[in-house]
Each structure stands twice: as C-alpha cells, then as structure tokens.
Nanobody, 123 residues
C-alpha cells in the first residue's frame, strides 16, 4: 500500500505561483510513475501532468503547458508541482497519484491517490 500526502495548496492571486508537494510512503518510490490531477466543483477529475518513474518522461496537459513544471526527488520520495502564472480557472482540488512505472493520463489507471489539496486562484 502506498500512502500519498499532498501539501502546499492555498489562496493565490491571478498571476501568482504555488508549489505543491506529494510525499510517498513507499520505499520503492523510484519504481512509481506519478501524476497530478485536479477536480473543480461540479467537474470531473482531469489530468494535469505526469512523470515516469525515472523522471525521464513528462507529459503535460495543454492547459498547463509552459506554466506548470513537475519534478521528482527519488531520494526524498517526493514529487513536486511548480505552478506559475496561475489563472482563476486553475482553481481546483489537486491530487497526486501513483502507478507502477509508466505514466498515463487516465484517472482509472492510477492505483494510489492522495487526499488532495485545495488551490484557489482569486483576487
């Protein structure tokens, strides 16, 4: 069982930045692909970005490309999401998720989920 804990959410003005973190309990973190998803009120959970287990492959949703950056530190069992130039439409609960090895965009393919962290972009 992999336990994921997100942190770093909050309230930020449009154009601002936040960095989310997701810490994993799994000692074999380096074998897990990690993804970030988000869910706004009344909407389905959607893909944001994913990174392969090695960190060598990254896939961004078009809506965040050029503004968000995912990274991972396998020595700290942690994945990060740097979010810049935030927009009101980025407001959502952000979830990190894990699955073995290969990153995908599909919610149902991820085996483990964190509890989520709220990101609100508003003036």
């Amino acid at each position: 069982q992999v336990h994921l804990v997100e942190s770093g959410g909050g309230l930020v003005q449009p154009g601002g930045s936040l960095r989310l973190s997701c810490a994993a309990s799994e000692r074999t973190f380096s074998t897990l692909a990690m993804g970030w998803f988000r869910q706004a009120p009344g909407k389905e959970r959607e893909f944001v970005v994913a990174i392969s287990s090695s960190g060598g492959t990254v896939d961004y949703a078009n809506a965040v490309k050029g503004r968000f950056t995912i990274s991972r530190d396998n020595t700290k069992n942690t994945v990060y999401l740097q979010m810049n130039s935030l927009k009101p439409e980025d407001t959502a609960v952000y979830y990190c998720a894990a699955r073995p090895f290969w990153a995908t965009r599909t919610v149902s393919t991820y085996n483990y989920w964190g509890q989520g962290t709220q990101v609100t972009v508003s003036s």
